[in-house]
């Protein structure tokens, strides 16, 4: 069986996904708050079976008001921290070891599809040769510096544009497939 893993993210135009200290209010700014357009993400999340995302991430989305990954397993990445706030304590599991371990974890338990979130964390499903596809918004403003999407790549990775679509807010989402570079190391 296969499994399919999945970074679905916004960026600004200049290709970063936060400010340097980690603020999305450029994000939150950019948003029509009485807009219903999801950009797809609701249809996107019926898909997903589990959630791999980073500390800084998951420290984030822990912030926010309600837990918006509610009927969702999610595994946060990290090597600092092992254990959630009381209130999420239920909800979450953590994971220090390498993502090549954990895909193999995930496989062997029938997961078929990953959402994978957070820089680090796409990076290094990236740079694993893991990561299958990517669905990434981008918002039209320049931040000038901040948490860059790609980061530095370990080497050239090829993608074919699936789709793209304009949005009346601006907003541009494409979707892209990594092209096999080489076989998985499970396939």
């Known amino acids: 069986m296969n499994i399919t893993f999945s970074a679905y993210i916004a960026t600004s135009l200049d290709g970063y996904i936060a400010r340097p200290n980690g603020g999305l209010d450029w994000l939150d700014n950019?948003?029509?708050?009485?807009?219903?357009?999801?950009?797809?993400?609701?249809?996107?999340?019926?898909?997903?079976?589990?959630?791999?995302?980073?500390?800084?991430?998951?420290?984030?989305?822990?912030?926010?008001?309600?837990?918006?990954?509610?009927?969702?397993?999610?595994?946060?990445?990290?090597?600092?921290?092992?254990?959630?706030?009381?209130?999420?304590?239920?909800?979450?599991?953590?994971?220090?070891g390498k993502v090549e371990q954990l895909v193999v974890e995930l496989q062997s338990l029938g997961v078929r599809k990953v959402y994978v979130d957070g820089g680090f964390t796409i990076q290094s499903f990236i740079n694993a040769g893991l990561l299958d596809e990517i669905i990434i918004t981008q918002i039209p403003i320049l931040i000038g510096k901040g948490i860059s999407l790609f980061g530095d790549t370990k080497k050239d990775h090829k993608l074919k544009l699936l789709q793209s679509r304009k949005f009346d807010s601006g907003f541009v989402q494409s979707h892209y497939q990594f092209l096999p570079s080489s076989a998985r190391f499970f396939d």
């Open 30 to 96: 950019s948003t029509d708050k009485d807009s219903k357009e999801d950009y797809g993400y609701h249809d996107f999340m019926t898909t997903v079976d589990c959630l791999v995302m980073g500390r800084s991430t998951f420290e984030k989305v822990a912030s926010f008001p309600e837990w918006p990954y509610q009927g969702k397993r999610v595994i946060v990445i990290s090597k600092k921290m092992n254990q959630a706030p009381a209130h999420l304590h239920d909800r979450v599991e953590f994971f220090n």
